[in-house]
């Protein structure tokens, strides 16, 4: 929303994060909450997720679906492995760009702040 919250459009309680669960969960949020086009479905990088959300029987393949990465959670196992804040919040910031040349901009400073950090994790 505005000030920057997620918004939850639906959820469910399950056993697990598993294939089976995700994928009831999209059929679910496919014939319950919305059938419309250009969806734009924002999570972490969980293989369940990307499994389901592949499956193109459930309809969230383009162009009925976009599926994002949630940068929160890019930047906080980006941290969790190199163990560097101001990265990290570089990270989030060129994760934010809406613009091509803005993200080049920040992607040459995060490159010049640490750049054996960024060949490690670009490789």
């Not at 089976?20 to 479905?41: D, E, M, Y």
């Not at 293989?47 to 679906?65: V, Y």
């Not at 929160?72 to 910031?93: E, G």
Request: charge should be positive.
């Amino acid at each position: 929303n505005a000030n920057n919250n997620v918004l939850p459009l639906a959820f469910a309680v399950v056993e697990g994060e598993t294939l089976l669960a995700w994928s009831w969960f999209f059929s679910h949020l496919r014939l319950h909450i919305t059938n419309k086009q250009g969806i734009c479905v924002i999570s972490d990088r969980h293989r369940s997720i990307k499994s389901a959300i592949d499956n193109e029987a459930l309809g969230w393949r383009p162009p009925n679906a976009y599926h994002k990465y949630c940068i929160r959670h890019i930047a906080s196992n980006f941290n969790n492995r190199f163990k560097d804040v101001k990265l990290k919040q570089q990270l989030v910031k060129l994760g934010k760009k809406a613009y091509f040349n803005a993200f080049n901009n920040l992607n040459i400073l995060i490159v010049h702040y640490s750049l054996s950090v960024c060949k490690v994790y670009i490789m």
